[in-house]
């Protein structure tokens, strides 16, 4: 099993800045990317960012992109997302998941972070 802690969510202007972080424990060696989704009230989850745990390699959604950045220190088994230019339509709960080698799904999640970008 692995365990997902995020940290790093809370309340910004609009313009603002914030970073998430996710750490990982147990056996993280079954993992080989994470990823950030969020979901906002009323709406269904979505994918932000994801990052390849051995290479590095990234992709984004387009929402996102130029303003987030995903990035990993694997010596501390942690993810973060950096979040620059929030927009109010960027509130809502992160959640970070990790994937297994094999898996066509994320298999592991956190228990979110709330973001709120005030106008």
């Known amino acids: 099993q692995v365990q997902l802690v995020e940290s790093g969510g809370g309340l910004v202007q609009a313009g603002g800045s914030l970073r998430l972080s996710c750490a990982a424990s147990?056996?993280?060696?079954?993992?080989?990317?994470m990823g950030w989704f969020r979901q906002a009230p009323g709406k269904a989850r979505e994918f932000v960012a994801r990052?390849?745990?051995?290479?590095?390699?990234?992709l984004y959604a387009d929402s996102v992109k130029g303003r987030f950045t995903i990035s990993r220190d694997n010596a501390k088994n942690t993810v973060y997302l950096q979040m620059n230019s929030l927009k109010p339509e960027d509130t809502a709960v992160y959640y970070c998941?990790?994937?297994?080698?094999?898996?066509?799904?994320?298999?592991?999640w956190g228990q979110g972070t709330q973001v709120t970008v005030s106008s």
């Open positions: 990052i390849m745990w051995s290479d590095g390699s990234i």
């Open positions: 147990g056996r993280t060696s079954s993992i080989n990317r």
């Open positions: 998941a990790g994937r297994g080698s094999y898996s066509t799904g994320y298999d592991y």
